[in-house]
């Protein structure tokens, strides 16, 4: 069973900054999954943020959140984080990580996901 586990969300102003957690835990293959950020605003269908592969070496991110938002991971303690800088009220969201196979390419619809943690951005 693979539980993922998000942590750090929360209010903040616009222009603010807030760093998303996702520990992993579960079956081996967690130690080796790519894994990445996912989140769904209200009335909005779940939109890719951020993927990384298990080395580190690959990050992804969508255009909305190239130079702001920044994917890192600690595979020692099986976490990876979301460095949210210079956030906008339209970052507002519910964000979920996710992990995968480490594959060469973003998973559509990753297999294993956390709960989601809201993070909501004030004008």
């Known amino acids: 069973q693979v539980q993922l586990v998000e942590s750090g969300g929360g209010l903040v102003q616009a222009g603010g900054s807030l760093r998303l957690s996702c520990a992993a835990s579960?079956?081996?293959?967690?130690?080796?999954?790519?894994m990445g950020w996912f989140r769904q605003a209200p009335g909005k269908e779940r939109e890719f943020v951020a993927w990384?592969?298990?080395?580190?070496?690959?990050?992804y991110y969508a255009d909305s959140v190239k130079g702001r938002f920044t994917i890192s991971r600690d595979n020692a303690k099986n976490t990876v984080y979301l460095q949210m800088n210079s956030l906008k009220p339209e970052d507002t969201a519910v964000y979920y990580c996710?992990?995968?196979?480490?594959?060469?390419?973003?998973?559509?619809?990753?297999?294993?996901w956390g709960q989601g943690t809201q993070v909501t951005v004030s004008s």
């Open positions: 996710a992990a995968d196979r480490d594959l060469p390419q973003i998973p559509s619809s990753p297999n294993y």
């Open positions: 579960g079956r081996t293959f967690i130690s080796y999954a790519a």
């Open positions: 990384i592969s298990w080395s580190g070496g690959s990050k």
